[in-house]
Each structure stands twice: as C-alpha cells, then as structure tokens.
C-alpha cells in the first residue's frame, strides 16, 4: 500500500490527531474523504505541524473558515508550502499583482500563484509584456482576474496572441490597446 508509513505512526499520537484536525478543519467526513482521494500523501505527513501554522496565518490575514476550507479542498498542496512560502505568496498578492486584502479576488490571487515559484510567475509575466502589454495593464487585469496567471505560459502566449490579432474579416472584434481592462479590450464589430 502506498500509505504504509500512515501506519507505521501511532493511532493516537499521530492518526487520530491528523484525521480530527482535518475534519474540523473542513467541516465533514466526506470532505476529509475527498481531500484524502485527491492527495493521499496527507496521510504520511502530520497535518497539525505542517497545516495548522498556514491556516493561523490565513485567518490572521481574514479568509473565513469557509474560504479556508474552499482553497484546501480545491488543491491540497496550496496548504502545504511552508510557512515562509506562504507570507512570500501573500505579500506577492499585495504588492506584485496590487490586490488588496479586502475583494474576493485577495482569495483567488492567493490561489493562483501559490503553487509556482517567483521566478513562474515573472515569467507568466513576461509573456503578457512580450505582447507589449505595460505593467500598469498587467497588473490591472492580474488585479482584476487573478485566475489568468493560473493557465500554462503556452496558453498565455495564445490568449495574447488572439488579443492582438488584427480584426481584418471583422470575426472577432475590433482590440483597444489603450483599454483599461486588458481582459475585456475587444468590442463587437
């Protein structure tokens, strides 16, 4: 069996306390049971050392239970990263992508760039300026629609590529460079 270190670990040292943690943390068995079929890795590690400081650490900064239990469940692994990590995402959200704490997209940007590294998403990026797209317009639409930085740089590169393709058979629409939502610069023809 794959999860033979689960147990190797004592039931009520080290099995009991993860599996209560994770089902007052997500609210239900059935949850504990989804999270567990998508990462059964969560079995080997003690979830109250390597969870409980990340979730501290995002109640501190406002996201709800609820939200909490919504990011965990969506991709086990963005509750994972160390807690060094995570304070670096956050304060990329804020200060690199200009998204305040308060809007639904603080959450969402938390979500989309908590799984790469630094360098990842200078390169998400740079294939928006590569297109000649200023920081001002990335960080609006990052700001605005932090899921775009979730897709792979192939995908970006094509999306940008459509969004800069002339309107010469008028199937598309016509593109405003100087629009202030980059997400939405294209208006019917």
């Given at each position: 069996m794959e999860n033979d270190l689960f147990f190797s670990n004592g039931l009520d040292t080290f099995i009991r306390p993860s599996l209560d943690y994770l089902r007052n943390l997500l609210g239900s068995d059935e949850n504990v049971v989804k999270i567990i079929k998508k990462s059964s890795w969560l079995l080997r590690c003690h979830v109250t050392k390597t969870i409980a400081p990340n979730v501290l650490l995002l109640h501190d900064i406002g996201l709800s239970d609820e939200k909490i239990?919504?990011?965990?469940?969506?991709?086990?692994?963005?509750?994972?990263r160390n807690l060094g990590c995570l304070k670096d995402v956050i304060h990329s959200v804020e200060k690199d992508l200009g998204i305040p704490r308060e809007p639904r997209t603080f959450f969402n940007g938390i979500a989309a760039i908590v799984t790469f590294?630094?360098?990842?998403?200078?390169?998400?990026?740079?294939?928006?300026?590569?297109?000649?797209?200023?920081?001002?317009?990335?960080?609006?639409?990052?700001r605005n629609y932090p899921s775009c930085l979730s897709s792979s740089e192939a995908i970006y590169e094509f999306d940008v590529l459509l969004l800069k393709m002339p309107d010469s058979m008028n199937q598309v629409g016509k593109f405003h460079p100087g629009s202030e939502d980059p997400c939405v610069a294209f208006e019917n023809a």
């Open positions: 239990r919504k990011f965990i469940l969506q991709n086990p692994k963005r509750i994972m590294r630094q360098s990842t998403l200078a390169k998400k990026i740079d294939v928006y300026k590569s297109f000649g797209w200023s920081d001002e317009h990335i960080k609006t639409m990052t």
